[in-house]
């Protein structure tokens, strides 16, 4: 925070928070802020949710009910923690926005940035149960993946198939977060909203696809045939593949992430495809 000029970081309730503290409240439309200053922290916390929280926290909990309102427990978590006049903030870019508006009006519009720099910056930083982790999700991806795969006859729907895959990954213990399946033309719509559509001999079946168990979600995308694949389908995967290739080659220690992509757009690109990209 000192390095970056940030008075004060505010989080939702949400991945950042549960990060940080290993839990986080129940996230509703009630406002509920975890306020971090450059010496102290508080909560604001609607009395719903204080008692539970006080269980798992000894951070001091500013809390506020629905009669009354939240903005005097706002007032009174900034005072205890020195920000009152914050003037520039670190703003939870995934919390509701009315929370943000709330926290600016009574910090009488301070500059504000989200929070790259600081948990952010932070996040990216992977310990080694970490690690572990996401190596762990990719993995039940990709096996969600083959029972996928797996059901993809002629005659099945998207619904189908989407339902073997979120079956096997509640059988691995994970949570699924979203199934995406587009058979046919319904693969040319990248979220197409797996539906009724029975696959057909000769389809291109995107499947796309992402579980949580533990702290981090996977996210994989997969193209599987049935049959003998589409006139020019093989053409298009093989420039796929090369634009994969370019991007890994170009993911090194300090290449910005902008730079990855435009290796991988570069190659679709040169050879005619860039618009649909």
Known sequence: MK?????LVVLGPGTHMNWLLGFNPYPDERPCMLLIGKEKEAFLMPSVNAEDARK???IAINSWND???PDQALKEALLY???SSAKHIAIDEAMRSHFALILIEALSNPSYEFTA???GALRMRKDQTEFINLKENALIDDRAMQAGFAAIKEGVTELEIGEAINKHFISEGAK???CIVGSGPNGAFPHHHTGDRKVEYGDAVLIDIGGRKGTFPSDMTRMSVLGEPPEGYLEIHAIVERAVQAAMAAAKPGAMAKDVDAAARGVITEAGYGEFF
């Open 117 to 119: 720099s600081t948990i």
């Open 56 to 58: 798992r926290t000894d």
């Open 3 to 7: 390095d970056n000029n940030v008075d």
């Open 67 to 69: 009669e009354n309102g």
């Open 176 to 178: 699924p977060q979203f």
């Open 81 to 83: 923690i020195g920000e």
